[in-house]
């Protein structure tokens, strides 16, 4: 792993960070680490976190990659992290795995550290993950589309527009849950890619915003222009393959889903360009985060996971305005009152 070679630098941060923390016993510290500072789904998590600090009386620093994938800029924030004596790191990992050495001086050094949307690989890397379950929002999304599509479904030609080529947990989880709530064959759970159902158009990458989403839109466009059903990582990336679709004249053609629940992806199911999406509330995963950080730091009490799982799960909801039978879902006026972004 690319990281290793700072180990050994991180566990000289780590005897530092203990003696800052001693020399400021009345205060505690916490950090927040996202992948970006772009993306409303971390503008909304930031919110959370900084609200909850005010009320629990943490002192809060905050930090965020340059873009989604920017292992080098999260890690420098963990090492900065480390120097202050944070009690507490909640991270957004741009790499579950490349970020796992840093992530166990942080906690050797002492610090509760808390995965945020992301789980790491393994999951027992961080101390807990706060998230999404990222599985049942891709299922609930594939159900959606397959009900949606009804007698169609079986020559249905489907585009994957995920993450990026890390495909890091969050990315699997969703891309893999979508196959199942649609019907498709899951190969190896964690790999994107080794799937062999024809429906299938093909995968590429987003690197989870706009611009990328039409990118990986008009590639996928050239292999089959009649592409039909567009799955989505997120909800810029889906708005990114609407203007991909429109600009040939295909808007009308195809079903899109996606996850997040942000405020502009809500409006995107109310003006028919996202069919449906699954809602997500990441300023609850930041300030229960938070909280939890407080309980550490009161008490040395660590975080359980939810029932049957093995991380606390902050919830889903899918948002469409054309509901299908058996699926539970909410209308866009109804996410726009619990929406973020």
């Not at 527009?161 to 990315?171: E, I």
């Not at 407080?294 to 889903?316: E, I, M, Q």
């Amino acid at each position: 792993m690319r990281y290793n070679t700072k180990i050994a630098l991180l566990a000289g941060v780590a005897a530092l960070s203990m003696a800052g923390a001693a020399s400021a016993q009345d205060k505690v510290g916490a950090c927040l680490i996202t992948k970006t500072d772009t993306n409303p789904f971390f503008a909304k998590m930031k919110e959370g976190a900084i609200a909850a600090a005010g009320e629990n009386g943490i002192e809060l620093s905050t930090y965020a990659g340059k873009i989604d994938g920017d292992v080098e800029t999260q890690v420098a924030a963990i090492e900065t992290c480390m120097a202050s004596g944070a009690k507490g790191i909640l991270i957004t990992p741009s790499d579950s795995r490349a970020l796992a050495p840093a992530i166990e001086a942080a906690r050797g050094a002492g610090a509760l550290v808390i995965a945020l949307d992301t789980p790491f690989e393994p999951a027992d890397t961080a101390d807990a993950t706060f998230a999404t379950d990222n599985f049942k929002a891709g299922e609930l999304i594939g159900q959606w589309a397959a009900a949606t599509l009804g007698d169609k479904t079986a020559d249905a030609k489907i585009a994957f527009l995920d993450l990026n080529p890390s495909q890091v947990s969050v990315d699997y989880l969703r891309d893999q849950g979508f196959m199942k709530g649609f019907g498709i064959d899951i190969k190896e759970p964690t790999k994107i890619g080794d799937e062999d159902d024809a429906r299938i158009v093909g995968h590429d990458v987003t690197d989870g915003n706009e611009d990328g989403g039409r990118t990986a839109m008009e590639n996928l466009l050239q292999q089959n222009p009649e592409i039909n059903v567009v799955y989505t990582i997120n909800e810029p990336a889906a708005a990114g393959a609407y203007e991909a679709l429109k600009s040939v004249g295909k808007a009308e053609q195809a079903i899109i889903v996606s996850v997040d629940g942000g405020c502009p992806g809500v409006k995107n199911v109310k003006d028919g360009v996202i069919g449906a999406t699954s809602m997500q509330f990441p300023l609850l995963m930041a300030s229960e985060g938070i909280k939890a950080i407080k309980a550490f730091a009161d008490s040395g009490a660590k975080p359980a996971n939810s029932d049957g799982l093995d991380f606390f799960n902050t919830g889903v909801t899918l948002v469409t305005d054309k509901p299908a039978a058996g699926i539970e879902s909410i209308t866009s006026d109804e996410a726009l009152k619990q929406c973020w972004g």
